[in-house]
């Protein structure tokens, strides 16, 4: 069973910097792909970023060129550093699996298995 488990929210100011990983366990197979999804109260999920096997990337126009994802497979480990970050990206971010996963995706009802969240707030 795949288990995901985030880490490295917080608060910061307009600005500011975090990065966030997300634990992974539980695959039986290499071919999975891993991304990250932010929800705030009261609206839909959304995709933020994702990475599959071969290290091929996709990114919402919301983050482009702000918010980078990487993944390292020999620790199981996926994160996302947040540069620049807004007011507007406060939110609860959700890392995600897709088994068998071939290719990023950014639609959270592809997803296969969810984190259970971690909190980002940005103050202007």
């Known amino acids: 069973q795949v288990q995901l488990v985030e880490s490295g929210g917080g608060s910061v100011q307009s600005g500011g910097s975090l990065r966030l990983s997300c634990a992974a366990s539980?695959?039986?197979?290499?071919?999975?792909?891993l991304g990250w999804f932010r929800q705030v109260a009261g609206k839909q999920r959304e995709g933020v970023a994702s990475?599959?096997?071969?290290?091929?990337?996709s990114y919402s126009d919301s983050v482009k060129n702000r918010f980078f994802i990487s993944q390292d497979r020999a620790r199981n480990t996926l994160y996302l550093q947040m540069n620049s970050l807004k007011p507007e990206d406060t939110a609860m971010y959700y890392c995600?699996?897709?088994?068998?996963?071939?290719?990023?995706?950014?639609?959270?009802?592809?997803?296969?298995?969810w984190g259970q969240g971690t909190q980002v707030t940005v103050s202007s």
């Open positions: 539980g695959f039986t197979t290499v071919w999975y792909s």
């Open positions: 990475i599959d096997q071969g290290g091929r990337t």
């Open positions: 995600a699996a897709r088994v068998p996963g071939y290719s990023p995706w950014l639609i959270p009802s592809d997803s296969d298995s």
